[in-house]
Nanobody
Framework: QVHLVESGGGMVEAGGSLRLSCSAS????????MGWYRQGSGEQREMVAV???????TYADTVKDRFTISRDNAKNTVYLQMSGLKPEDTAVYYC???????????????WGQGTQVTVSP
């Protein structure tokens, strides 16, 4: 069994900062990719930031220059540092990881349970 557990969500005023964390646990061979997605009320889930094993981050245009994704490979943990938060950043933030459970196995995608981020005007 593989589990992704997020933490760090909460409520903050516009312009503030939050740091999200997501740790993967279980019988894991490797994690080529980890990232963050979000889903606002009544909206579709969208990519926020993704980090591959080679360390090349991809960001949504709406968060570039405000959010930073990083990873601690030894801890199977990915972080999302969010600064300059805006009310439109309000959403449930989900961690996602592409995980290989054993050598020569394919990749499976796992999701965390989500953590609420609320930004007040």
């Amino acid at each position: 069994q593989v589990h992704l557990v997020e933490s760090g969500g909460g409520m903050v005023e516009a312009g503030g900062s939050l740091r999200l964390s997501c740790s993967a646990s279980g019988s894991i061979h490797s994690i080529p990719s980890m990232g963050w997605y979000r889903q606002g009320s009544g909206e579709q889930r969208e990519m926020v930031a993704v980090l591959t094993g080679r360390g090349s981050p991809t960001y949504a245009d709406t968060v570039k220059d405000r959010f930073t994704i990083s990873r601690d490979n030894a801890k199977n943990t990915v972080y999302l540092q969010m600064s300059g938060l805006k009310p439109e950043d309000t959403a449930v933030y989900y961690c996602s990881a592409k995980i290989r459970l054993a050598t020569d196995w394919g990749l499976d995608t796992y999701w965390g349970q989500g953590t609420q981020v609320t930004v007040s005007p």
